[in-house]
């Protein structure tokens, strides 16, 4: 009897330790949740600092954007805005974050209006050599003097601001992914 009892009570136990001990999918999912509230949390301080970082930006009187970029073509961001949303990378060849960046900006350009502010990055002669070193093809209008920065006080990079008919609708500064200056445009 006391074989049976002890056997019961194994029986018991292992059942006991199966409905404590959490399976692989509860896993998952707890850490899936965990993820999710990470991922949110994330956005919200982003958005938050971002909101911080853009105060000085002047959103009813904007300076315009125009000039010739280094392939020589005229660009005036008010108009090319008009009916599409348009990019606006500034951004620095000495920026370490801006090499993170910068590739996801090619990409994007592939499919969408791109201008890029080159700030005081050098020559045009050196800006053109750069961006063939690390194979570039957005259109850069060349800041040397770094006087369109100022102008739209832009004093961190690399920062993207993203127009809609003539008017700024985002704004970032740091370092931005390649899915998030698409939603930026899609939503602009």
Same mark, same amino acid.
């Given at each position: 009897?006391? !074989?049976?009892?002890? &056997?019961?009570? %194994? ?5 006991? !330790?199966?409905?404590? =001990? ?11 949740? *965990?993820? &999710?509230?990470? $991922? ?16 000085? $930006? @002047?959103?009813?009187?904007? @300076? %315009? ?5 280094? /392939?020589?073509? /005229? ?8 009916? *599409? ?10 920026? @370490? ?6 590739? &996801?900006?090619?990409?994007? &350009?592939?499919?969408? @209006? ?18 063939? #070193? =690390? ?12 006087? $369109? ?14 127009? =809609?008919?003539?008017?700024?609708? #985002? ?8 899915? %998030? ?8």
């Amino acid at each position: 009897m006391s !074989d049976n009892n002890s &056997a019961d009570n %194994g029986v018991e136990n292992r059942q006991e !330790d199966a409905e404590l =001990k959490p399976t692989f999918l509860r896993r998952v999912l707890g850490w899936g949740k *965990q993820l &999710a509230v990470l $991922i949110l949390f994330a956005m919200v301080f982003s958005a938050g600092l971002d909101m911080w970082r853009g105060r000085d $930006i @002047p959103e009813d009187t904007l @300076p %315009g954007i125009s000039g010739i970029t280094l /392939s020589g073509e /005229s660009v005036d961001i008010a108009a090319l805005s008009s009916d *599409q949303a348009v990019l606006v990378y500034f951004w620095g060849s000495w920026c @370490p974050v801006c090499n993170l960046v910068s590739p &996801a900006v090619d990409i994007l &350009a592939t499919r969408y @209006p791109v201008v890029t502010v080159a700030m005081n990055s050098g020559s045009d002669d050196k800006m053109v050599r750069y961006l063939k #070193h =690390k194979g570039y093809e957005f259109e850069v209008l060349n800041d040397s003097s770094n006087s $369109i920065a100022k102008a739209w006080s832009v004093q961190l990079t690399p920062t993207i601001m993203v127009f =809609k008919d003539g008017e700024l609708k #985002h704004y970032t500064t740091g370092f931005t992914s390649l899915p %998030g200056m698409w939603w930026r445009m899609l939503f602009a």
